[in-house]
């Protein structure tokens, strides 16, 4: 499976980004997916996830209320939809996806995502 994530860019502070996630190579209706993202010098973060069924969300703490993530099964993708950026929120963002394991687990540690996109670099100015 190949994950492809697209919509990064450049954007003043306060600004939103709509970055998306399609997969191919096999169907993602039984697939937890999340959103991770690397800043330079520092480790991959947890973002965003959202189990199979699209019910269940969860966010870090530090875009709660900014950041909004959504799937659409029927085209197999994934969106994160970013507003009030900051410019820490800068950083190479990263799909993932992972098998779910019951009906309600959703991780956000990323050894527990086995498949991933190439990531897209956002860059927020001050």
């Known amino acids: 499976v190949q994950l492809q994530a697209c919509g990064g860019g450049l954007v003043q502070a306060g600004g939103s980004l709509r970055l998306s996630c399609a997969a191919s190579?096999?169907?993602?209706?039984?697939?937890?997916k999340a959103w991770f993202r690397q800043a330079p010098g520092k480790e991959r973060e947890f973002v965003a996830a959202?189990?199979?069924?699209?019910?269940?969300?969860r966010y870090a703490d530090s875009v709660q209320g900014r950041f909004t993530i959504s799937r659409d099964n029927a085209k197999d993708t994934v969106t994160l939809q970013m507003n009030a950026l900051k410019p820490e929120d800068t950083a190479v963002y990263y799909c993932?996806?992972?098998?779910?394991?019951?009906?309600?687990?959703?991780?956000?540690?990323?050894?527990?995502?086995?498949?991933w996109g190439q990531g897209t670099q956002v860059t927020v100015s001050s």
């Open positions: 993932a996806s992972v098998l779910r394991r019951t009906t309600t687990w959703l991780s956000g540690a990323s050894d527990d995502y086995r498949d």
């Open positions: 959202i189990n199979w069924s699209g019910v269940r969300k």
């Open positions: 190579g096999r169907t993602f209706t039984n697939y937890n």
